[in-house]
Antibody, heavy 117, light 106 residues
Framework: EVRLVESGGGLIQPGGSLRLSCAAS????????MSWVRQAPGKGLEWVSV???????YYADSVKGRFTISRDNSKNTLYLQMNSLRAEDTAMYYC???????????WGQGTLVTVSS | EIVMTQSPATLSVSPGERATLSCRAS??????LAWYQQKPGQAPRLLIY???TRATGIPARFSGSGSGTEFTLTISSLQSEDFAVYYC????????FGQGTKVEIK
């Protein structure tokens, strides 16, 4: 069974840092494109970042320079390092596999990040 | 950035009725469109990709159509488990999502 499990979310003050993890089973992170997608409370979905199987990384303008996507192949885990957090970064963060056709599947269950003083 | 616009924002439908959801792209995206279903407290689930191909395990009552800039998701006979929010996503140029259509019980 393919499973993605996010962790690392929580309450953090503005300007702080947080690292999210996405542990995969039945699915090889290093062989696939992997993305982070976020959803602010009561709002729609926003693509955040992608890491390609070759290692190239790309970011939405809203997080460029503050967030870093990475992976640990030995742990089959995807990460999102989030620095200089702002109130507008408050959201549920989902990791998702990007298929060869570029749509997203599978998805994890999400981890909630709240940026507030 | 390609902007995706969904309509209506909310669709009130009785069980057993047909639901038609629309999605428009700000520029042509060929057939590079996916539909996702999201229920409260759950992650999105892939329904349709390539504008019209059902994902594995998706019932035949879900169908997608369109190409270019105009797309439609049709649920032929709504079941209780289909009441949810539906998002379209383009993957022609990076990734952007529509704002969602909530399908609620009439």
């Amino acid at each position: 069974e393919v499973r993605l499990v996010e962790s690392g979310g929580g309450l953090i003050q503005p300007g702080g840092s947080l690292r999210l993890s996405c542990a995969a089973s039945g699915f090889t992170v290093s062989s696939n494109y992997m993305s982070w997608v976020r959803q602010a409370p009561g709002k729609g979905l926003e693509w955040v970042s992608v890491i390609y199987s070759g290692g190239n990384t790309y970011y939405a303008d809203s997080v460029k320079g503050r967030f870093t996507i990475s992976r640990d192949n030995s742990k089959n885990t995807l990460y999102l390092q989030m620095n200089s957090l702002r109130a507008e970064d408050t959201a549920m963060y989902y990791c998702a596999g990007v298929t060869s056709g570029n749509w997203f599947d599978p998805w994890g269950q999400g981890t909630l990040v709240t940026v507030s003083s | 950035e390609i902007v995706m616009t969904q309509s209506p924002a909310t669709l009130s439908v009785s069980p057993g009725e047909r639901a038609t959801l629309s999605c428009r792209a700000s520029q042509s995206i060929s057939s590079d469109l996916a539909w996702y279903q999201q229920k409260p407290g759950q992650a999105p689930r892939l329904l349709i990709y390539g504008a019209s191909t059902r994902a594995t395990g998706i019932p035949a009552r879900f169908s997608g159509s369109g190409s270019g800039t105009e797309f439609t998701l049709t649920i032929s006979s709504l079941q209780s488990e289909d009441f949810a929010v539906y998002y379209c996503q383009q993957y022609n140029n990076w990734w952007t999502f529509g704002q969602g259509t909530k399908v609620e019980i009439k």
